[in-house]
């Protein structure tokens, strides 16, 4: 039973912070509070597809979809260390409150598109054999590794 109440309490706190994160990236908070359109919203915002959200509706695949929604968040907000990926991931709300708390970060960009963009230029410099246009791309990218 203690399990079910975490899970609610968990859940509510999410949508809160969603809440007040969704005007920094020019959605209306109050979409936060209607269940499957806070993920849609989400999923869309970070760059994924209209429908992504819905393989959250699959146990176990859901939990990785959701850490995979949230690290993208956090990376789409240029917070790209380690420990704020791992906080978004051992507990979304956490970690998305303090983004939206926090007046200096702003949102930067849709990061899981700009990400695969880059990696697919890099792989396409790579398979071109072109050394200048992979240090180029090494050294711009925010998401170079």
């Known amino acids: 039973m203690w399990l079910l109440y975490f899970l609610l309490i968990s859940y509510i706190l999410l949508c809160l912070s969603l809440s007040w994160i969704f005007p920094k990236m020019g959605i209306a908070s109050a979409k936060a509070w209607i269940p499957g359109v806070n993920f849609q919203e989400w999923a869309m915002a970070i760059g994924r597809g209209k429908y992504y959200f819905l393989w959250l509706l699959f146990p176990l695949v859901n939990i990785f979809i959701i850490s995979g ?63 200048v246009k992979i240090k180029r791309l090494l050294a711009q990218s925010r998401y170079s590794k």
């Open 69 to 131: 929604m949230s690290v993208d968040l956090v990376r789409s907000f240029g917070k790209l260390k380690f420990w704020h990926s791992a906080l978004a991931v051992i507990y979304p709300p956490a970690m998305i409150t303090l983004i939206a708390k926090d007046d200096s970060v702003q949102w930067v960009e849709p990061a899981y598109t700009n990400e695969k963009i880059y990696l697919g230029q890099l792989h396409e410099a790579r398979i071109k054999k072109d050394e």
